[in-house]
T-cell receptor
Framework: NAGVTQTPKFQVLKTGQSMTLQCAQD?????MSWYRQDPGMGLRLIHY???????DQGEVPNGYNVSRSTTEDFPLRLLSAAPSQTSVYFC????????????FGSGTRLTVV | QQQVKQSPQSLIVQKGGISIINCAYE??????FPWYQQFPGKGPALLIA?????SEKKEGRFTISFNKSAKQFSLHIMDSQPGDSATYFC??????????????FGSGTRLSIRP
């Protein structure tokens, strides 16, 4: 059972470039979310989805887009990368927004130069 | 009202000592209080969780103490070991299967256990 799979694990981007961070889960979870983790800032919610076709903004959504065309996949798109988006990104999924079975991926470390 | 406040930000404990991390919340509708453990280079993973109908839950060396009237809960790690060195996050939500209340995380505590 793979759980939550994130790719890539590491990425270096130049300012202004765009890219997509991939997230897939095989637990049939309805709720999926993206966080960024910065030193001393904890986990900050970027976007979340309560099911296929439904997404909403979290605490720090600017500069990021998401879509949810299937239950399994929840990609995060950086539209025009900025140095302020240098961070570690985590995708997570659970049965519900309340957190039952909340499972995190192993993260993507992104550096924007 | 949705915040979960966690302290301290960092903690150093000698091997064999007791590590204590505290969290406080304001939303009385919160009904599920998990703790997550994160090792360097890994994603957070569920460590232990409690519901407010009990005041304490113990799993091995890890104990959650819950004070409903004070709206506080804490993680105690007994006989702390170097392998416990990690970042710990408390969290709260409206319920394990709640569709209305998203899980909210504290800011994290970086725990270091000195040999």
């Amino acid at each position: 059972n793979a759980g939550v799979t994130q790719t890539p694990k590491f990425q270096v981007l130049k300012t202004g470039q765009s890219m997509t961070l991939q997230c897939a889960q095989d637990m049939n979870h309805e709720y999926m979310s993206w966080y960024r983790q910065d030193p001393g800032m904890g986990l900050r919610l970027i976007h979340y989805s309560v099911g296929a076709g439904i997404t909403d903004q979290g605490e720090v959504p600017n500069g990021y887009n998401v879509s949810r065309s299937t239950t399994e996949d929840f990609p995060l798109r950086l539209l025009s990368a900025a140095p302020s988006q240098t961070s570690v990104y985590f995708c997570a999924s659970s049965y519900s927004p309340g957190g039952g079975g909340y499972t995190f991926g192993s993260g993507t470390r992104l550096t924007v130069v | 009202q949705q915040q979960v406040k966690q302290s301290p930000q960092s903690l150093i404990v000698q091997k064999g000592g007791i590590s204590i991390i505290n969290c406080a919340y304001e939303n009385t509708a919160f009904d599920y209080f998990p703790w997550y453990q994160q090792f360097p280079g890994k994603g957070p993973a569920l460590l232990i969780a409690i519901r407010p109908d009990v005041s304490e839950k113990k799993e091995g060396r890890f104990t959650i103490s819950f004070n409903k009237s004070a709206k506080q809960f804490s993680l105690h790690i007994m006989d702390s070991q170097p392998g416990d060195s990690a970042t710990y996050f408390c969290a709260a939500s409206g319920g394990l299967y709640s569709s209305a209340s998203k899980i909210i995380f504290g800011s994290g505590t970086r725990l270091s256990i000195r040999p």
